[in-house]
């Protein structure tokens, strides 16, 4: 009987100890800790949590910014087929979100149900959105008159808010207002407006929207400014000879570029091979109109008009073709006076020196000289070209004697 007694106390006790055991289960370990996530919309999302010892008798749930039911375990209870529960291990009940957008931004909560309170970890969630320029608020090609004002508009979305940054034909553009270090500060907003616009603010203008979210927003507008035409005609008189030909010049600046004609005395030059026209883009709103006139005559001199017209207004200007007469002048005469040597005497003679002389009785017979009717006579001409040329002339003289 005492061992019986014994053993009902020791079965006693060991079901006792079993009992308190029971009463005892391990508590989940559940991660509190706050998160932040940032995600950019359009991306996936993917808010963690985890548990350990979780056992069959607790439950997680996940509740979002909305306090609305999401999910139960890993069944979803919302119609949304981006949101699902991913569980890449043992321990893990991640929430993810495809496609995420910025209306999902907020507070989501994972909790799990153990007593004698809920555990919850919160997790914030930052969707940023990359900048985004609304179409519909100015037109992208714009037409003004000159000495008009012109806005434009580049109206942009996106969290964090964009800064709107003006450029022209991919220069940065500038205003006026200097900032504390003395630079011109760049333009920035979303209306850029142009006062007074001039035809040399014309061109395209950029609009670029940045937040640090790929990828940047761009628009460009293309701002055309109408103005009528500015005729000018370099050359108001041009002379040329009959027989060859000319070329008159007329600048044209206007916008748009409509019509630019020749006319000859007011009228229409008539369509001859002669006149021949050839047009040059010299640039923005410039145009160069030329009139070639070959083998001109007389019907081709008078006054000539280049006329440029639009739609805002027209204007010409004029200038006149005349002859230009070449005068011929015969050529110059050019003469040597003669040359006349002093006449010497026969006391001045010496043989050894030859100067040319006139003969008294001879004055047509040039370097000739006479000694006393001797029958030799020398004759000299001096310096042709750098050469001293000397010719000795004889002459044979008959005296006539009276035979008595």
């Given at each position: 009987?005492?061992?019986?007694?014994?053993?009902?106390?020791?079965?006693t006790c060991a079901f006792q100890a079993g009992a308190l055991v029971e009463e005892e289960p391990k508590m989940p370990?559940?991660?509190?800790?706050?998160?932040?996530?940032?995600?950019?919309?359009?991306?996936?999302?993917?808010?963690?949590?985890?548990?350990?010892?979780?056992?069959d008798e607790h439950k997680i749930i996940w509740l979002n910014p909305r306090k609305t039911l999401i999910s139960r375990e890993d069944s979803r209870f919302i119609d949304d087929s981006r949101i699902s529960v991913e569980r890449p291990k043992v321990r893990d009940w991640n929430l993810m979100i495809r496609e995420v957008r910025y209306n999902d931004s907020g507070e989501y909560m994972c909790q799990i149900n153990t007593k004698p309170h809920v555990e919850i970890k919160r997790i914030n969630?930052?969707?940023?959105?990359?900048?985004?320029i609304l179409e519909?608020?100015?037109?992208?090609?714009?037409?003004v008159i000159e000495g008009t004002t012109v806005d434009l508009m580049c109206n942009a979305t996106g969290v964090p808010i964009p800064v709107v940054t003006w450029y022209k034909q991919s220069n940065l553009l500038k205003g006026a207002d200097q900032n504390d270090g003395g630079e011109e500060s760049t333009l920035i907003g979303e209306v850029l407006i142009l006062h007074n616009i001039s035809r040399y603010c014309d061109g395209i203008y950029e609009c670029?929207?940045?937040?640090?979210?790929?990828?940047?927003?761009?628009?460009?507008?293309?701002?055309?400014?109408?103005?009528?035409?500015?005729?000018?005609v370099p050359t108001k008189r041009i002379g040329q000879s009959i027989g060859k030909e000319t070329i008159l010049q007329c600048k044209v600046s206007a916008s748009p570029q409509e019509s630019i004609v020749w006319t000859k005395n007011g009228s229409a030059l008539p369509q001859k091979y002669k006149y021949?026209?050839?047009?040059?883009?010299?640039?923005?709103?410039?145009?160069?109109?030329?009139?070639?006139?070959i083998d001109i005559d007389k019907?081709?001199?008078g006054y000539y008009t280049c006329e440029a017209s639009n739609t805002l207004g027209r204007d010409s200007e004029t200038m006149i073709l005349y002859e230009y007469k070449i005068i011929t002048q015969p050529r110059p005469r050019i003469t040597t006076p003669p040359w006349r040597p002093s006449p010497r005497t026969s006391q001045d003679y010496d043989p050894n020196i030859i100067t040319p002389h006139y003969y008294?009785?001879?004055?047509?017979?040039?370097?000739?000289?006479?000694?006393?009717?001797n029958s030799v006579a020398v004759s000299s001409w001096t310096n042709c070209d750098g050469v001293l040329i000397v010719t000795f002339v004889f002459v044979c003289f008959i005296n006539q004697f009276s035979m008595g």
């Amino acid at each position: 009987m005492r061992i019986f007694i014994l053993l009902l106390v020791r079965y006693t006790c060991a079901f006792q100890a079993g009992a308190l055991v029971e009463e005892e289960p391990k508590m989940p370990l559940f991660d509190k800790t706050t998160l932040n996530i940032t995600a950019v919309a359009g991306e996936t999302a993917i808010l963690p949590c985890s548990v350990e010892r979780k056992g069959d008798e607790h439950k997680i749930i996940w509740l979002n910014p909305r306090k609305t039911l999401i999910s139960r375990e890993d069944s979803r209870f919302i119609d949304d087929s981006r949101i699902s529960v991913e569980r890449p291990k043992v321990r893990d009940w991640n929430l993810m979100i495809r496609e995420v957008r910025y209306n999902d931004s907020g507070e989501y909560m994972c909790q799990i149900n153990t007593k004698p309170h809920v555990e919850i970890k919160r997790i914030n969630l930052f969707v940023k959105v990359p900048p985004e320029i609304l179409e519909y608020w100015t037109s992208t090609e714009i037409e003004v008159i000159e000495g008009t004002t012109v806005d434009l508009m580049c109206n942009a979305t996106g969290v964090p808010i964009p800064v709107v940054t003006w450029y022209k034909q991919s220069n940065l553009l500038k205003g006026a207002d200097q900032n504390d270090g003395g630079e011109e500060s760049t333009l920035i907003g979303e209306v850029l407006i142009l006062h007074n616009i001039s035809r040399y603010c014309d061109g395209i203008y950029e609009c670029n929207a940045e937040n640090g979210v790929l990828p940047m927003a761009t628009r460009k507008f293309e701002v055309t400014v109408l103005f009528p035409p500015e005729v000018d005609v370099p050359t108001k008189r041009i002379g040329q000879s009959i027989g060859k030909e000319t070329i008159l010049q007329c600048k044209v600046s206007a916008s748009p570029q409509e019509s630019i004609v020749w006319t000859k005395n007011g009228s229409a030059l008539p369509q001859k091979y002669k006149y021949w026209t050839q047009l040059y883009d010299e640039g923005h709103h410039e145009k160069t109109l030329n009139l070639n006139i070959i083998d001109i005559d007389k019907d081709d001199f008078g006054y000539y008009t280049c006329e440029a017209s639009n739609t805002l207004g027209r204007d010409s200007e004029t200038m006149i073709l005349y002859e230009y007469k070449i005068i011929t002048q015969p050529r110059p005469r050019i003469t040597t006076p003669p040359w006349r040597p002093s006449p010497r005497t026969s006391q001045d003679y010496d043989p050894n020196i030859i100067t040319p002389h006139y003969y008294p009785g001879s004055r047509g017979q040039v370097g000739s000289v006479y000694y006393n009717y001797n029958s030799v006579a020398v004759s000299s001409w001096t310096n042709c070209d750098g050469v001293l040329i000397v010719t000795f002339v004889f002459v044979c003289f008959i005296n006539q004697f009276s035979m008595g």
